[in-house]
Every structure is written in structure tokens, then in C-alpha cells.
């Protein structure tokens, strides 16, 4: 029996009415639930004020120690000071519009392919941004033509140095790790085995080994004279390490892909490689997307070990700015807080990046 | 009546199957399975549930390869799959899977003209409107042309797989349960089209079908499969003389006989 005296109301009163109504069906409809919103009132009141004096009221953004030491709260004085060293670490200071520009080719280059993943018709563009971005930002970083002066890249640093590390990473893992994928479900043994082996292997082992192979180890066995570049190696850590991950994700997606399609693409005389870019392909990658996205977000925060190889990225160079003098020094919940900032700001975008994409192509399924 | 045994392909036959055999694993699929079709004639095949049926199919089709025996389509060996002969004959062959199939990620008339537009290089405004008049051969309205596969009813699925299945005019034509989930109207008029497409383009069809009525009645031949051995094969105006216990059994519907079902002690006591 439905007692209608009991159902809440349509949409009609005022709407605080509406709000008073929606907060004692949804906070207020239990005693456990009404000693839970209370409790989470109370720690709201005792946690977001404090904060707010802390950062906001009693902070000072004046780029000097005296001004700090006068004030309570957060010194972003610290930030708004070594701001340039945070942001580009040693990079030479006079050339440091160099990362700058690189850095916003890039993060174009990175804005540009994802808003065209979900138009098939613009999805032919991706590659070819890439393949004139990737030079230009070489360029920019490097130097050493166009009477750009030349920066080795150890100076490399910060925030472009954990930008680039991140998306050449993802971008190069990605195939990679769908090869692997493909493999591990080949009928070929040897192709098979040799999948299996190195995903298990890369997968366990921790990133900071990989790297630390990469930096120590690898070198001992290349020929004398020969050296490969700190940077590329590091790099080519990252990329083998997410393309193990990666390669299970896709696997993940290639298995929900029923047999039946693969089986009538290839009734109709389409060829391996046809069918899985036709018909696999695109709807095992649908089906991963929330955990491939994982994986880069999990690869963006994980390139901050690269410090134990001695290069400066992000949050590194908030280190580097904390020890550049003795006064600083105490400010480091201001400097890693800037750090986390800019972290969640890239991840949580990758986040909602996902959830949109995820949404797009489900449009697309039901035009 | 020529025994199953001594049905050993014959130049003429069109498509010839002899002493066909594939397991997987410890499973026996198919075992000595021999018998033909002449070009342009028209072939049933019956059989119980798990008897290898939908696996001859796919043996025909190309997707298996035969661990033993022969396929041969107009007197070219396909036994062995991934090699040029078998890709140009996987060509020339439309397939109606039995669970359709169909490709998710596309839209109806895409799937529909997928071979099409990728294998034989067709524009897709061209192979849309092909599409669309499928579409109408099939009974389904060309609105539908747009929709997604996942947006269409079951018997609307089974309907594009048919007209995928037939797009590329294939001189062989492979349907696994073409009619299984349909009204009986549309399922006649389903097999009204299998027998003009057989007649007017020659095309040589074999259908898997549960539906004994359409078996003897629509089809010229009937080939009947029970765990993976062929228990009967022969034109369909001799079922009645044939006097084969298995195929008595699958047109009468019967209990009795020698097919049976494994029946647990939960169904015996569920019919005491």
C-alpha cells in the first residue's frame, strides 16, 4: 500500500521549502544519518575557517622574507619569489620564455588532439600536430639554430620537464602497450611469450628501479664512448614501464569484445590488422577508457620520481627553490602546496577528460 | 539414396565436404562429415542442439581450419585457411552468424556495406544507398539506415545481419538460424527471399535451421548432423523413404528415438 500522505511533493513551494524538504529526506532520514551530518557539520566548522585564516586572511603575497616573518599565515611570498625557478628550474633565466613558449605549444598540441578523439573526422589530424609540435618544442627547449642559444637539458626543469616527460611517455606507451596487448593474445608463441615475459617482468618491478637501471646500470653496458642522454633514458624508463600497464588495460578491453565480431569481420575477407582497427579496436578501447586514464594520471604523478636520478621536475625544483636560501627554507607546506596545485590541476582535468570522452562516444553510439 | 560414407565429392559439386574432422581439445566438433551441393541448389542443415552445425558453418566459411578431410568450392582446395585461395573464396561467401554479429561501433548501413567500403573500395554514398535498398529487401524501414545495431530488436538484428550477409551478391550464401526468433510472417517472408536470391543469381545457399517445416518444405537438400557426425544426407523428397532413425526423430519432434537428452535427476523429478 502507498500512503501518499508520505511522498514527498512534486516540485511546487518555495525553494527553501524544496531545500528543507531534500535535506531531511537525504541528511536527516535516520539517527545514524542525522549524528553523521551533524558530525560532518562540526569537522566542516573546525577544519575550513583555520584554512581560510591560514591561506587567505593571513597570508602574504609580498615576494620577501621580512614580509612573510610579520605575518600568521601562508607565506605564498615564498611561491610569488621563486616562482621562476619552481616553474623552469635551472633553466638558463634570460632564455626561460623558451620553456614558457614550449610549454604552451605543448599543452595546445595536448588540448588539440584530445578535443578531436571523439570526431572521427578529425582524429586524422592528431598525428601530423604531433609530428610538427614535438620539433618545435625541441627547438625551443634545445636551441642551438634559428640564433636560439643552446641549453643542454640537464638544465631542463620543472613543470616542462614533467610536462614533456608525461606526454611523450603517454604517447609512445600507448602503442607500445597495445602491441603488447595484441601479442599477448597472439597465437604466435614466440610473439606470445616474449609479450608475457616482459609485462610481468616491468610490471614487478617498481618504477623507481626501472629508473634507476635505466640511469645506473644501462650505461655499464654500452660500448665505451658511448653514451645515451640522461633525459631520453629516464624517458625511456617511463615508456616501458606504462606500456606493461597500459598492455593489461587494453587486454582487459580486448577480451570484452565478444569472439563473434572478430569472427565476422574476418568472414567478410578483412584481414587481421583490418578488423582489429575496424571493429576491435574501437570498441575495446570505449570499454578502457576509465582505467587507461587511470594509468595516465598514475604516470603524470609517477614521473616525479625521476628526482632519484637527479633530474628536476616539478617537484623537484620546489626543493631546489626551498634550499636556494636558508630563510625559505621553512616554507615548504607553501611550496608543496603550490606543487599539489598544479598536480591536481593537470590530474583532475585527465579525470573529467575521461568522463567527457566517455559520454561523447556513448553519444555517438546512439545517434 | 547415396549412404553418407560413399558421398565422395564429385567435380561437378559446386561445394564438396569430404571426411571433414576438427576437435578442440578433447572435444570432437565434427567427425567424417561428407557431402555436397551442386551450384545454385539449396541445402538445410538440421541436427539437435550441440551436433557441430554452427562449426560446419564456420569450417565453410574459412574461420576454422579442418583438422582433417577436404572443403572444396568449385573444385579449389580450402582446406587450409589464411592463404589467397581461401581469402578470394571468404569473399565470394556471405555469412548470417548465429548470434548475428553485428558491429557495435557502427552504424546498420555501415555494417551492412562494411566489405564494401573497405575491401572493394566502394564511396560510402554509394554503399549507403545500396544499403538502404537491403534494407527494403529485408522488410526493414531505411530510417533504420542510422540507427546503431544495439538500438534494434532481436529479430531487427537477425534481418541486417541477413542484408549484410547478402550485400556483396556472394555466390555462396551461409546462414546460421536465419529465421530463429522471428514471426512466422516475416519468417516466411525471410525464406521467400533466400529462395529468390537462390533462383535469380544462382546463389548457393546452406541454412541452419531448427524449423523441420522449413527445412523440408523451402530447401532442395537436408543434411542431418548429430554429435558431430552427419547421420543423413540427401535430396529432401527422399526424407520420407530414407527410414533414418535420427532424422525420424528431429522432424517428429519426438521423445523416443536415438537422440536424447541428459537429463539430471532435477528433471526427473521436476516431470514425475
Given at each position: 500500500m502507498t500512503d501518499i500522505a508520505k511522498l514527498p511533493p512534486g516540485p511546487l513551494g518555495s525553494s527553501s521549502q524544496r531545500a528543507v524538504i531534500w535535506a531531511r529526506k537525504?541528511?536527516?532520514?535516520s539517527w545514524f544519518n542525522s549524528i553523521l551530518t551533524l558530525g560532518s557539520i562540526a569537522a566542516l566548522f573546525w577544519i575550513i575557517p583555520p584554512m581560510i585564516e591560514w591561506g587567505i586572511t593571513n597570508a602574504t603575497l609580498t615576494p620577501s622574507i621580512e614580509a612573510c616573518r610579520e605575518v600568521?599565515?601562508?607565506?605564498w611570498g615564498f611561491v610569488n619569489a621563486n616562482l621562476r625557478l619552481i616553474l623552469f628550474g635551472t633553466y638558463p633565466y634570460d632564455e626561460q620564455w623558451r620553456p614558457l613558449l614550449a610549454m604552451v605549444v605543448l599543452v595546445g598540441i595536448i588540448i588539440g588532439s584530445l578535443g578531436a578523439v571523439p570526431y572521427a573526422g578529425m582524429r586524422k589530424w592528431i598525428i601530423p600536430m604531433w609530428l610538427v609540435g614535438i620539433p618545435v618544442i625541441a627547438i625551443l627547449m634545445w636551441g642551438g639554430v634559428l640564433g636560439l642559444t643552446y641549453v643542454q637539458n640537464s638544465y631542463w626543469g620543472g613543470l616542462p620537464l614533467t610536462l614533456i616527460l608525461s606526454s611523450i611517455g603517454i604517447i609512445f606507451a600507448f602503442p607500445l602497450g597495445l602491441l603488447l596487448a595484441l601479442g599477448r593474445q597472439s597465437s604466435m608463441p614466440a610473439i606470445k611469450t616474449l609479450s608475457v615475459v616482459y609485462i610481468e617482468i616491468i610490471r614487478g618491478v617498481p618504477l623507481i628501479t626501472v629508473l634507476f637501471m635505466a640511469s645506473v646500470m644501462f650505461p655499464l653496458f654500452l660500448p665505451e664512448g658511448v653514451t645515451i642522454d640522461k633525459l631520453l633514458r629516464a624517458q625511456i624508463g617511463i615508456i616501458l614501464f606504462t606500456a606493461a600497464y597500459l598492455a593489461e588495460v587494453f587486454r582487459g578491453g580486448l577480451q570484452a569484445v565478444p569472439n563473434g565480431q572478430f569472427e565476422a569481420g574476418n568472414s567478410l575477407g578483412l584481414s587481421y590488422w583490418q578488423s582489429m582497427r575496424l571493429i576491435i579496436l574501437p570498441q575495446a578501447m570505449r570499454l578502457v577508457i576509465p582505467p587507461t586514464v587511470g594509468s595516465f594520471i598514475s604516470m603524470f604523478k609517477d614521473t616525479t620520481l625521476v628526482v632519484i636520478i637527479g633530474l628536476f621536475d616539478l617537484l623537484n625544483t620546489v626543493k631546489l627553490a626551498l634550499r636556494s636560501d636558508p630563510a625559505w627554507t621553512r616554507y615548504y607546506v607553501e611550496g608543496y602546496a603550490f606543487a599539489a596545485a598544479i598536480f591536481f590541476l593537470f590530474c583532475y582535468s585527465m579525470a573529467r577528460y575521461a568522463a567527457y570522452l566517455e559520454k561523447e562516444l556513448r553519444k555517438g553510439e546512439q545517434r | 539414396m547415396i549412404p553418407a560414407e560413399n558421398n565422395l565429392p564429385r567435380k561437378d559439386d559446386f561445394i564438396a565436404v569430404h571426411d571433414l574432422g576438427k576437435s578442440f581439445g578433447a572435444v570432437h566438433a565434427l567427425r567424417g562429415i561428407s557431402f555436397s551441393v551442386p551450384r545454385g541448389e539449396t541445402m538445410a542443415i538440421i541436427g539437435p542442439s550441440a551436433a557441430g552445425k554452427s562449426v560446419l558453418m564456420k569450417c565453410l566459411v574459412g574461420l576454422y581450419a579442418p583438422d582433417t578431410g577436404r572443403i572444396c568450392l568449385d573444385g579449389e582446395d580450402v582446406s587450409t585457411t589464411g592463404n589467397e585461395t581461401r581469402k578470394k573464396w571468404a569473399e565470394k561467401t556471405g555469412m548470417l552468424f548465429q548470434h548475428n554479429a553485428l558491429f557495435d561501433s557502427l552504424q546498420v548501413w555501415e555494417n551492412i556495406c562494411f566489405s564494401l567500403i573497405?575491401?572493394?573500395?566502394?564511396?560510402r554514398k554509394v554503399a549507403r544507398d545500396h544499403a538502404v535498398d537491403l534494407l527494403g529487401l529485408v522488410g526493414l524501414d531505411p530510417d533504420s539506415a542510422g540507427l546503431r545495431p544495439s538500438d534494434l530488436s532481436g529479430g531487427m538484428q537477425k534481418r541486417v545481419g541477413i542484408a549484410r550477409a547478402i550485400a556483396t551478391d556472394p555466390e555462396i550464401l551461409l546462414l546460421d538460424?536465419?529465421?530463429?526468433?522471428?514471426?512466422p510472417v516475416l519468417s516466411n517472408h525471410i525464406e521467400n527471399m533466400i529462395a529468390a536470391i537462390a533462383q535469380k543469381r544462382g546463389t548457393t545457399v546452406i541454412t541452419i535451421t531448427n524449423d523441420m517445416k522449413i527445412a523440408r518444405h523451402r530447401y532442395q537438400n537436408l543434411a542431418m548432423l548429430h554429435d558431430g557426425t552427419l547421420q543423413w544426407t540427401g535430396p529432401t523428397t527422399e526424407i520420407e523413404n530414407a527410414g533414418n532413425a535420427y532424422l525420424t526423430q528431429m522432424l517428429s519432434g519426438s521423445s523416443q528415438g536415438p537422440i536424447t537428452m541428459r537429463t539430471g535427476k532435477r528433471q526427473d523429478q521436476l516431470f514425475a
Open positions: 537525504n541528511l536527516f532520514n600568521t599565515g601562508a607565506c | 573497405e575491401s572493394r573500395k566502394l564511396s538460424n536465419p529465421t530463429a526468433g522471428l514471426d
